[in-house]
């Protein structure tokens, strides 16, 4: 039984590492980006539409409870929402604020365009 739950996790990481490396922008929230479900979730939604990124990516992890469990031990990121630019972690809902602040936030994503 518990290789088996080894086994589930080990592909669950796969998974969200094949969903990371295969999105230029991809955004790890709680709800969607027109419907948010927490404050920090929106304000990273709201930092990409700041810098003109609509077109990217998004896994709900309120309905996706294996990202929600697992990716923490992908990214080594311990809370959501997580941003990642070009196969990296850029970081959480504080990160994403003072690099769309600073403009950091508009050349990560240009730069991985």
Same mark, same amino acid.
């Not at 994403?96 to 730069?111: H, R, Y």
């Given at each position: 039984?518990?290789q088996? +739950?080894?086994?589930?996790?080990?592909?669950? &990481?796969?998974?969200?590492?094949? $969903?990371?490396n295969?999105? =230029?922008?991809?955004? #790890?929230?709680?709800?969607?980006?027109?419907?948010?479900?927490?404050?920090?979730?929106?304000?990273?939604?709201?930092?990409?539409?700041?810098?003109?990124?609509?077109?990217? +990516?998004?896994?709900?992890?309120?309905?996706? &409870?294996?990202?929600?469990?697992? $990716?923490?031990?992908?990214? =080594?990121?311990?809370? #959501?929402?997580?941003?990642?630019?070009?196969?990296?972690?850029?970081?959480?809902?504080?990160?994403?604020?003072?690099?769309?602040?600073?403009?950091?936030?508009?050349?990560?994503?240009?730069?991985?365009?």
């Amino acid at each position: 039984m518990e290789q088996q +739950a080894e086994t589930q996790q080990a592909d669950q &990481q796969k998974r969200l590492q094949g $969903l990371i490396n295969d999105n =230029n922008v991809l955004l #790890f929230m709680k709800g969607t980006p027109d419907f948010p479900m927490c404050g920090f979730s929106m304000k990273a939604a709201q930092a990409l539409a700041a810098v003109g990124k609509t077109d990217y +990516a998004f896994v709900n992890v309120l309905e996706d &409870q294996d990202a929600r469990s697992v $990716l923490p031990s992908v990214s =080594n990121w311990p809370t #959501f929402p997580q941003l990642f630019v070009g196969g990296e972690l850029l970081g959480g809902s504080d990160i994403v604020l003072e690099m769309f602040e600073s403009g950091e936030l508009k050349q990560a994503i240009d730069g991985a365009a």
